[in-house]
């Protein structure tokens, strides 16, 4: 059973426009959510965050909503740029938040900038 | 910056054989991770290790084991590799109670088991 969905397997966006990919939950006890990048033959790398007590959360062009009611996040990117061509992962950490054991996370929306 | 250093960037092995995975983290963290990716399957957490010698399985344990004798290692081991195995492998720690749950990944391990 998934817990953190990303239904849009990929997502083509022309350059300078806006990015949005969206992540669903289903586990309630999940209180920290984080999106991270990845290149190809690269690890992970971890991109923002944002609390349960918050509902937006702003680095540059990098903006993370959370919707606790509908178990609902989305990631805008703008404007989008080439290097943002990557996959992206939606993942969650809950309980106590520590990390202790892992984060659960998403299958990946694969964004692909177009010129 | 932390840095998490696996020791191979692409192994390939034949079915049967012991495959050793070796991870290193130089930030001290407790806790360390051991993750496959495969194309539409996402990142899944095979084990984990909250402090030295102790581990804990995650959701796809079967025919994987891993060791931690010291803090900044943590090996991942396939006893007899098949070629389900075949797949990028990625090594991650963080700290402790951090209540931030962020990882810091490894560049990952491509195996190809044949």
């Known amino acids: 059973d998934q817990q953190v969905k990303q239904n849009s397997p990929s997502l083509s966006v022309q350059e300078g426009r806006i990015s949005i990919l969206n992540c669903d939950y289903t586990?309630?006890?999940?209180?920290?959510f984080l999106w991270y990048k990845k290149y190809p033959a690269e690890g992970p790398t971890f991109l923002i965050s944002?609390?349960?007590i918050k509902d937006k959360n702003e680095d540059g062009r990098f903006t993370v909503f959370l919707n606790k009611s509908a178990k609902h996040l989305s990631l805008h990117i703008v404007p989008s740029q080439p290097g943002d061509s990557a996959v992206y992962f939606c993942a969650a950490s809950g309980g106590w938040g520590g990390g202790a054991d892992g984060l659960t996370f998403g299958k990946g929306t694969h964004l692909i900038i177009q010129p | 910056d932390v840095k998490v250093t696996q020791s191979s960037r692409y192994l390939v092995k034949r079915t049967g054989e012991k495959v050793f995975l070796e991870c290193v983290q130089d930030m001290d963290h407790e806790n360390m991770f051991w993750y496959r990716q495969d194309p539409g399957l996402g990142l899944r957490l095979i084990y984990f290790?909250?402090?030295?010698?102790?581990?804990e399985k995650g959701d796809i344990p079967e025919g994987y084991s891993v060791s931690r004798e010291k803090k900044e290692r943590f090996s991942l081991i396939l006893e007899s590799a098949s070629t389900n195995q075949t797949s990028m492998y990625l090594c991650?720690?963080?700290?402790?109670?951090?209540?931030?749950?962020?990882?810091?990944f490894g560049e990952g391990s491509r195996l190809t088991v044949l």
């Open positions: 586990n309630s006890m999940f209180d920290y």
């Open positions: 290790s909250y402090d030295v010698k102790m581990k």
């Open positions: 991650a720690s963080s700290l402790t109670l951090s209540g931030t749950g962020e990882l810091f």
């Open positions: 944002i609390s349960s």
